[in-house]
Structures are given as structure tokens and as C-alpha cells.
């Protein structure tokens, strides 16, 4: 049997280990900041803190995204993709940019290894006569995970008295 520590002392732990927690526990979103809000064809993001696949970054300036213009709505898409740069001087691997239409995000498995790319869909808004009308909708805050079905836990967590997981 090979037992691999992630959290133990004297231990290292992976931004993939590490990852896989968050992934378990936390759904994607803002966790911190990261309004969105639209002048023209170009939706802006706040600064702030977001989790996506497990994995945590920060916008420390504002971010600005174009839009397209060629359907009645588009899409906000945050895309984790493992397979591009990750160095102190050359990160690569979150891009923030919008699609045309509704959109339907990546997600390869991140905890079989079985593709570098996940995606969520951080806003949407609506498009008329070549602008944008309105933020119809954004990814609500990261928050718990909740289970279902009959293999995952059910216990008192303590919160509030009563909250178990679902």
C-alpha cells in the first residue's frame, strides 16, 4: 500500500492536492469582490478573488472583456487550462474572455487526470442593437459544496444548529 501525505508536517503539499480539496469543499465563483458591470460592448470585473476547479486566483486590477455582438446574449467564461505556464514571471493559465451566445463550459476531470481544461460561466448578458442591455445573470459567490445521494456523509456540521450536508 503507498500512502502519499498531502497536509501532514514536514510534508509538501501540490497546488493539485491542494486543489482537490478546495474542489470538494467549495463550489466556483467570487469569493471575494469580482463585481460585474457593462459599458457598451464591454463587461468589467472587479478586483477580487475567485475559485475555479479548486484552484484560487486574484484579479488585483480590474478586468475588462469585449463582447460580441452577433447574438442576443454572451457569455463570461473564467477557463483553467493546466497545460500552459505557471512560473513566478509567466502565468498563463486563467483567461477571463466572452462567447457569443449561450455558453456551455469545459470540464474535464481534474481528479482522474483526464483533461487540462475547466470552465465556468462567471456572467451572461443580453445584447440589443449592438450593446450590451443588462448583467442577466453571475455566478453566484463560492460557497459550501453539498452532497446527494445515498453514498456521501449526513451529519450535523453545527452550523446554525440544524445544517447537514444534503
Do not use: W
Not at 126 to 136: K, N
Amino acid at each position: 500500500m503507498a500512502i502519499l501525505p498531502y497536509n501532514f508536517e514536514n510534508q509538501a503539499i501540490t497546488a493539485a492536492g491542494l486543489a482537490a480539496v478546495f474542489r470538494a469543499l467549495l463550489t466556483d465563483g467570487p469569493l471575494h469582490g469580482c463585481a460585474v458591470g457593462f459599458d457598451g460592448t464591454t463587461v468589467s470585473i472587479a478586483p477580487g478573488r475567485i475559485i475555479i476547479g479548486g484552484y484560487v486566483f486574484r484579479l488585483s486590477t480590474a478586468a475588462s472583456v469585449d463582447v460580441p455582438t452577433t447574438e442576443s446574449t454572451a457569455s463570461v467564461v473564467v477557463q483553467l487550462d493546466l497545460s500552459k505556464p505557471s512560473t513566478a514571471g509567466n502565468f498563463e493559465q486563467i483567461e477571463i474572455r466572452a462567447e457569443a451566445g449561450d455558453y456551455t463550459p469545459i470540464r474535464s476531470d481534474l481528479d482522474a487526470g483526464t483533461g487540462n481544461i475547466y470552465e465556468f460561466v462567471l456572467a451572461q448578458v443580453p445584447i440589443a442593437d449592438e450593446a450590451i442591455t443588462a448583467v442577466s445573470y453571475t455566478a453566484p459567490s463560492a460557497h459550501r459544496a453539498t452532497y446527494t445521494g445515498t453514498d456521501e456523509p449526513s451529519a450535523d456540521l453545527g452550523v446554525d444548529g440544524d445544517e447537514h450536508l444534503q
